[in-house]
């Protein structure tokens, strides 16, 4: 569930004045995520140590925030440098 997310922002004005504006948006659905992590952690740990290939979504957010993206084998092959062979016959 998405809450407000309440922003101050304060700036110099060019007479040298300190304006103070209030802004209140929701938040997304990546920030809930963050939010309810266990500071950044969630089930990282868990979800590392099992033996399944991927993440759950949440994780995989997670891991996005720590600098960390994971690929889909579709596009990993896709990706992939195609292998040749070169083939001599020796006489």
Same mark, same amino acid.
């Given at each position: /569930?998405t809450?407000?997310?309440?922003? #101050?922002?304060?700036? *110099?004005?060019? /007479? $040298?004045?300190?304006?103070?504006?209030?802004?209140?948006?929701?938040?997304? %659905?990546?920030?809930?995520?963050?939010?309810?992590?266990?500071?950044?952690?969630g089930?990282?740990?868990?979800?590392?140590?099992?033996?399944? %290939?991927? #993440?759950?979504?949440?994780?995989?957010?997670?891991?996005?925030? *720590? $600098?960390?993206?994971?690929?889909?084998?579709?596009?990993? #092959?896709?990706?992939?440098?195609?292998?040749?062979?070169? @083939?001599?016959?020796? @006489?």
């Amino acid at each position: /569930m998405t809450k407000p997310v309440r922003f #101050v922002i304060i700036s *110099h004005t060019t /007479m $040298g004045e300190i304006d103070v504006t209030t802004v209140t948006k929701q938040e997304t %659905a990546v920030e809930e995520i963050k939010r309810s992590s266990n500071f950044l952690r969630g089930s990282l740990s868990e979800e590392l140590d099992s033996d399944v %290939a991927s #993440v759950s979504n949440d994780a995989e957010q997670l891991l996005k925030f *720590h $600098g960390i993206y994971s690929r889909t084998t579709e596009t990993f #092959v896709a990706s992939a440098p195609s292998i040749t062979r070169n @083939s001599t016959t020796s @006489s």
